[in-house]
């Protein structure tokens, strides 16, 4: 069964630092992976999404990798701000629908 | 842009009593997902749907049952509520091997 870790659970930076949130997981049969962002009561926005064959993808500030081989996927979040603000949730997609989410690191930017 | 709507925002209901939370999207996709996000246990798929009257249970069915009669809407049934089940209930729809687009969330509180 997937497992899918992600470390730290909570980070706090002051603003305009780059950082990279870590995800970890068991079983690389996978079909794609995916990072969320979660803010206080509220649902889950989808920020890029990573197919299997594909080692990284770009949006604006973010920047995603994936290693299969080494069970590792990284987010990239360049010069920070307080809006960064968030839970972020890594998901890995083994057979093409369901999803197994990591517990999430929350994120502080500080002003 | 895809848009999944939630029936309730905030919930609060009695032990034993017959709870229905719909959930509704826009965008013709074939997969639904009704998840719970409880402090500490992280995101748990409850059931999910890849077609209209087809369901496949997740890892936490117990206690639960759906419904879904149209491609659009997917509603979770909790058929006696217990104080056991208070928590942020997440509905999501995707294409299979897509990401998933989630909405805004239920907080159910059962007293």
């Known amino acids: 069964k997937q497992e899918v870790t992600q470390i730290p659970a909570a980070l706090s930076v002051p603003e305009g630092e780059n950082l990279v949130l870590n995800c970890s997981f068991t079983d690389s049969a996978i079909y794609n992976l995916q990072w969320f962002r979660q803010d206080p009561g509220k649902g889950l926005t989808s920020l890029l999404l990573?197919?299997?064959?594909?080692r990284e993808q770009t949006s604006g500030r973010l920047n995603a990798s994936l290693d299969k081989s080494s069970g590792r996927s990284t987010l990239y979040i360049a010069a920070s701000q307080p809006g960064d603000s968030a839970t972020y949730l890594c998901?890995?997609?083994?057979?093409?629908?369901?999803?197994?989410f990591g517990g999430g690191t929350r994120l502080m930017v500080k002003p | 842009d895809v848009k999944v709507t939630q029936s309730s925002r905030y919930l609060v209901k009695r032990t034993g009593e017959k709870v229905f939370l719909e959930c509704v999207q826009d965008m013709d996709h074939e997969n639904m997902f009704w998840y719970r996000q409880d402090p500490g246990l992280g995101l748990r798929l409850i059931y999910f749907s890849y077609d209209v009257k087809m369901k496949e249970k997740g890892d936490i069915p117990e206690g639960y049952s759906v419904s879904r009669e149209k491609k659009e809407r997917f509603s979770l049934i909790l058929e006696s509520a217990s104080t056991n089940q208070t928590s942020m209930y997440l509905c999501?729809?995707?294409?299979?091997?897509?990401?998933?687009?989630f909405g805004p969330g239920t907080r159910l509180t059962v007293l």
């Open positions: 990573i197919q299997s064959s594909q």
């Open positions: 998901a890995l997609n083994n057979a093409g629908n369901m999803l197994t």
């Open positions: 999501a729809s995707s294409l299979f091997g897509d990401t998933q687009y």
